[in-house]
């Protein structure tokens, strides 16, 4: 009796520790690292519980500090990391964030344009034409940004040493499980936007132009 109330405390124990890291803080530092040295800039980072609610993601923000939660830690081995981490410091490295911006507001000032040319005369209806300009306009900035990030983000990947196979299997990988990222999800590879969020979807036509 006392040997089966071990066991069972022991299975408890177990199941009530935090997942093990596939990638320790150690190794995503010099992950980091690595590629700061050849991308020449000295990327910061930080592991939060979660990046604007969602606790499964990776970013890089305008000032260049990279944010990753634990449960990223906790599905992602090192090379899988690292191209992530690359496409994300590309987003940065191109300035994506400030031609967003830009772009959003082209596109809502344009839709302010067509709202009044139609005649539209209350602020609801504006507002509606400067939210549609700017997710138009906007969204296909942000789509050429995601393919710009992914193809510069390899050659950051591969200047490193990094076996670049590693972002195929790993879309494969969560593709295979019907895992559907949600608006801020690191498998996707999206830093996001202020103010846009593009769903994506690995594909094998996506992997061939990316390789």
């Known amino acids: 009796m006392t040997d089966f109330v071990l066991v069972a405390v022991l299975v408890s124990s177990f ?15 010099i992950v980091c690292s690595r590629l700061g040295q050849v991308a020449k800039k000295n990327f910061l980072f930080e592991i939060v519980s979660d990046i604007k609610g969602d ?3 990776a970013c890089c923000d305008s000032q260049g500090r990279i944010q990753v939660t634990s449960k990223f830690l906790a599905d ?40 009044k040319a139609v005649g539209i005369k209350d602020q ?6 400067a939210r549609l300009g700017a997710g138009i306009i906007g969204g296909a900035t942000s ?10 983000g390899i050659r950051l990947f591969r200047k490193v040493g990094y076996d670049p ?13 019907g895992t559907r990222p949600g608006p801020h999800s690191c498998f996707r590879l999206v830093c996001q936007p202020p103010g846009y969020a593009e769903p994506y979807s690995p ?4 992997e061939c132009e990316v390789f």
């Open 15 to 29: 199941l009530s520790m935090p997942p093990a890291m596939a990638i320790s803080e150690s190794e995503l530092k």
């Open 55 to 57: 606790d499964f993601n």
């Open 76 to 115: 992602l081995r090192p090379d899988e990391a690292a191209g992530v981490l690359s496409h994300e410091m590309t987003h940065y490295l191109l300035s994506h964030h400030k031609k967003q911006y830009r772009s959003n507001i082209l596109g809502a000032l344009i839709g302010l344009g067509v709202a």
């Open 124 to 129: 609801d209806g504006f507002e509606i034409g």
């Open 143 to 152: 789509r050429r940004q995601e393919y710009g990030a992914d193809e510069e």
């Open 165 to 177: 196979h590693a972002m195929i299997d790993l879309y494969r990988r969560f593709n295979k499980v």
């Open 203 to 206: 594909t094998g036509k996506r």
